[in-house]
């Protein structure tokens, strides 16, 4: 059990299950509400869940332990989380989940691109046979039949 948690694999499928009930559960929420009100509601769900977990788990950091590039970094992660957010409800409340999921999926695909071009990481044939596998695929989920 303590492997399994140490995984990387572990975590980022257990990020996929609760990003695809992300979807579900937002499209039903959203039913009747403002998209950006929605994304509101949510952001402070995922606030008050993350303090409740660092108190829990004694993982709060004095705020003058954290660089200035780093604060500067993770402000800009914000920004584009926030973004994210509110284009995604925005995109939930105006298609299908199965639909819309799947094309916002398509940041792995850039991840990798920007990774490659901004991180200077390596990604061998197989793996941009990958991405473009994934690439090809949302978008084919994404096209009406």
Same mark, same amino acid.
């Given at each position: %059990?303590?492997?399994?948690?140490?995984?990387?694999?572990?975590?980022?499928? /257990?990020? =996929?299950?609760?990003?695809?009930?992300?979807? &579900?559960?937002?499209?039903?929420?959203?039913?009747?509400?403002? @998209?950006?009100?929605?994304?509101? &509601?949510?952001?402070?769900?995922? /606030?008050?869940?993350?303090?409740?977990?660092?108190?829990?788990?004694?993982?709060?950091?004095?705020?003058?332990?954290?660089?200035?590039?780093?604060?500067?970094?993770?402000? +800009?992660?914000?920004? =584009?989380?926030?973004?994210?957010?509110?284009?995604?409800?925005?995109?939930?409340? +105006?298609?299908?989940?199965?639909?819309? =999921?799947?094309?916002?999926?398509?940041?792995?695909?850039?991840?990798?691109?920007?990774?490659?071009?901004? +991180?200077?990481?390596?990604?061998?044939?197989?793996?941009?046979?990958?991405?473009?596998?994934?690439?090809?695929?949302?978008?084919?989920? =994404? %096209?009406? @039949?």
């Amino acid at each position: %059990m303590r492997d399994m948690l140490a995984s990387w694999l572990f975590w980022a499928l /257990l990020s =996929a299950v609760f990003a695809a009930l992300t979807a &579900i559960f937002a499209k039903i929420g959203i039913s009747n509400v403002n @998209s950006d009100f929605a994304t509101f &509601i949510r952001t402070l769900v995922i /606030l008050v869940t993350i303090a409740f977990i660092l108190t829990l788990t004694g993982q709060w950091q004095p705020f003058g332990s954290v660089s200035p590039r780093s604060y500067g970094f993770l402000v +800009l992660s914000g920004f =584009a989380t926030g973004a994210s957010w509110l284009c995604y409800f925005r995109a939930l409340k +105006l298609g299908d989940a199965a639909r819309v =999921a799947p094309i916002d999926k398509l940041s792995v695909v850039l991840v990798a691109v920007f990774g490659v071009v901004f +991180l200077s990481e390596k990604l061998s044939a197989r793996n941009w046979l990958g991405v473009l596998l994934i690439a090809s695929g949302a978008i084919l989920v =994404a %096209m009406r @039949s």
